[in-house]
């Protein structure tokens, strides 16, 4: 008896300890606390490469992207005067608003980022091609300016062109969406136009294969007269806004 009696008082603690551990698992969720308190580190979500110039990494976007924008940005049916008819796109360039004409003198509104300075543009293109999650092939042009880009980046959220692309002509110009909603309303890309997700999807959805572009030079924005009376006068209507989950907030270097 003598030589049981100090394994028992050995097991005892130990089975109580076991037991414990596993109640502890039964309890509740397994959160950051009780991992905290029983040693586990919970794995952190694998950050996608980030870039200089702005493709950089950052935390998911989930929130409406329109709703994250100055209520100038944001899209709206306005007033249009201009003499484009319906199903073109006007693209403000000196104000960072794109343009969708409706006819009958009103035209769906978005705000846009735009070219940075030395990479803006004008002209006259056309929609020749549309992609959805559309893969990215940075052109030749801008790997000599910044060589550390990667050469390809699959479609999908961590893609710097987002969620829908509209290519102009045979130009590397495009309308595209963008992983970070933050660079709308700047100036900050090679010359492409950028949307948020939410507005590019909508866009897409109402173009068509050769519709007309209009880009209108930094210089002379639309209604430059007075400065842009669009920003004083009211909305019209203001369009329902959706919703598009992200996974990764990236700036685009297009």
């Known amino acids: 008896m003598t030589k049981v009696s100090p394994v028992r ?7 109580a300890a076991a037991f414990a551990f596993a109640a502890a698992l039964l309890v509740g969720p397994f959160g950051s606390a ?12 694998q950050a996608y490469p980030s870039y ?20 100038r940005l944001r899209k709206q049916v306005v007033s249009f005067d201009r003499g484009e008819p319906a199903g073109t796109i006007v693209i403000d360039t000196g104000n960072t608003y794109l ?3 409706l006819g009958n003198g009103r035209a769906i509104r978005y705000g846009v980022g735009v070219g940075r300075e030395g990479f803006t ?55 595209h969406g963008t992983n970070d909603p933050t660079t709308i309303g700047k100036f900050v890309s090679s010359g492409c136009i950028r949307m948020t997700n939410e507005d590019v999807t909508d866009l897409f959805s109402r173009v068509n294969i050769g519709a007309r572009v209009v880009v209108l030079p930094k210089s002379v924005p639309l209604m430059a007269k007075g400065g842009d009376p669009m920003r004083k006068r009211p909305a019209a209507t203001t369009l329902p806004s959706g919703r598009q989950a992200l996974n990764i907030s990236t700036s685009a270097v297009n």
């Open 121 to 175: 543009w004008s002209g006259v293109q056309s929609v020749s091609r549309k992609a959805e999650w559309p893969d990215w092939h940075p052109p030749a042009e801008m790997i000599a300016r910044q060589p550390y880009l990667p050469r390809f980046v699959a479609g999908g959220p961590g893609n710097p062109l987002g969620a829908r692309a509209m290519y102009l002509g045979s130009s590397e110009y495009r309308i």
């Open 99 to 101: 343009y969708y004409v």
């Open 9 to 15: 008082r050995t097991v005892l603690p130990r089975a």
């Open 52 to 71: 200089s110039q702005g493709y950089v990494s950052g935390p998911a976007q989930t929130a409406d992207e329109d709703a994250q924008l100055p209520d």
């Open 34 to 45: 009780n991992a905290q308190t029983l040693g586990y580190a919970p794995m952190q979500p």
